[in-house]
T-cell receptor
Framework: NAGVTQTPKFQVLKTGQSMTLQCAQD?????MYWYRQDPGMGLRLIYY???????DKGEVPNGYNVSRLNKREFSLRLESAAPSQTSVYFC????????????????FGPGTRLTVL | AQSVAQPEDQVNVAEGNPLTVKCTYS??????LFWYVQYPNRGLQFLLK??????LVKGSYGFEAEFNKSQTSFHLKKPSALVSDSALYFC??????????????FGTGTRLLVSP
């Protein structure tokens, strides 16, 4: 069981370049998330996918797009990278249960460290 | 809107001493509270959660947390700290939407340093 995997681990981009961060989970979770972590700001939600076929904006979606390719995979795309997008990006997944039981813990990948010059 | 405050950027404690990492929250309705730990160059790992029931919640690696509704707090504790507990700790609160979908709001993190 690999859990949540992310590729690449590190990436350096020039301003204006595009790239896609890949994420996959093998725990059969319904819900997946993308966060960014910046010093002194904790984790901020970029986009999430409650279930296969749905995506929704989080707290800081500007400059990003996502695709829920299937139940396992959830990718994050930067169409035109900016220095403000220099950050560590984490993908996470969790079970989703119905009604008020949607309080399951999230499982995180190892992160992608992105630098935009 | 839901929010979490971790008032201390860093907590220093000597090995063998008890440790407390503080967290207060603001949420409409019932809070679902979580603690996560992050070791250097790693993703976050789940430690424990409070959903309902007993106010004292026990989790991984000997950690526990006490839910206090009147003080809107969920402090993380451990009776005897280890050097290996040194890490970044995040408190988080669940933000329920009308669909019942969980969205976590994280605090800014507290760095715990345990000295030998």
């Amino acid at each position: 069981n690999a859990g949540v995997t992310q590729t690449p681990k590190f990436q350096v981009l020039k301003t204006g370049q595009s790239m896609t961060l890949q994420c996959a989970q093998d725990m059969n979770h319904n819900s997946m998330y993308w966060y960014r972590q910046d010093p002194g700001m904790g984790l901020r939600l970029i986009y999430y996918s409650a279930s296969e076929g749905t995506t929704d904006k989080g707290e800081v979606p500007n400059g990003y797009n996502v695709s829920r390719l299937n139940k396992r995979e959830f990718s994050l795309r930067l169409e035109s990278a900016a220095p403000s997008q220099t950050s560590v990006y984490f993908c996470a997944s969790s079970e989703r249960t119905s009604g008020v039981s949607s309080y399951n813990e999230q499982f995180f990948g190892p992160g992608t460290r992105l630098t935009v010059l | 809107a839901q929010s979490v405050a971790q008032p201390e950027d860093q907590v220093n404690v000597a090995e063998g001493n008890p440790l407390t990492v503080k967290c207060t929250y603001s949420v409409s309705g019932n809070p679902y509270l979580f603690w996560y730990v992050q070791y250097p160059n790693r993703g976050l790992q789940f430690l424990l959660k409070y959903i309902t029931g007993d106010n004292l919640v026990k989790g991984s690696y000997g950690f526990e947390a006490e839910f206090n509704k009147s003080q809107t707090s969920f402090h993380l504790k451990k009776p005897s700290a280890l050097v290996s507990d040194s890490a970044l700790y995040f408190c988080a609160v669940s933000a329920l939407r009308e669909t019942g979908f969980q969205k976590l709001v994280f605090g800014t993190g507290t760095r715990l340093l345990v000295s030998p």
